[in-house]
């Protein structure tokens, strides 16, 4: 496989594949999500790619009543607000994603560090269909 630039637009095409992709520091070993190409604790510039576990738990949340556009095509409006989170990986780094599986109508039942999965949303039709990042909620 030929090496893909440490991007974003590779992280969604990773996205895409269904694969939640960071990168790391060869050097330090720090893990970066959205990927970087330089490292912002030792100045690196040697990267590679790793695939993560997808598992997380529930750093910060906020429930959403007035949507941005896409959300709206989603589905989502005042009436059914949606839930975004920060997420905490298990290997470490965060990243903040929608947040499946709450009711964002009650949020006083939504708890940080509530364990989380990755989910890939897919979302347009044709050329404008992509893969969203989302997390879900671990029944139990
Ligand atoms: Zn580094």
């Known amino acids: 496989m030929a090496e893909r630039e440490f991007t974003s637009a590779f992280f969604y095409q990773y996205l895409g594949e269904h694969k939640l992709m960071a990168s ?7 893990l970066h999500l959205p990927p970087r190409a330089l490292c912002p604790c030792c100045f690196g510039d040697e990267m590679e790619w ?3 576990g997808g598992s997380g738990t529930l750093l910060a949340f906020t429930t959403i009543h007035i949507a941005p556009t896409a959300m709206i095509e989603a589905g989502y409006n005042k009436d059914n607000p949606y839930c975004t989170g920060i997420v905490r990986l298990a290997e470490g780094p965060t990243i903040s994603a929608q947040i499946l599986g709450v009711d964002a109508r009650q ?6 560090g509530m364990p989380l999965k990755v989910a890939y949303l897919e979302r347009g039709e044709g050329d404008k269909r992509r893969t969203t990042l989302a997390f879900e909620a671990i029944e139990g």
Do not use: H, K, M, Y
């Open 50 to 52: 790793v695939e993560l």
């Open 24 to 30: 790391q520091c060869c050097s330090c070993g720090a």
């Open 107 to 112: 949020p006083t039942q939504i708890s940080t």
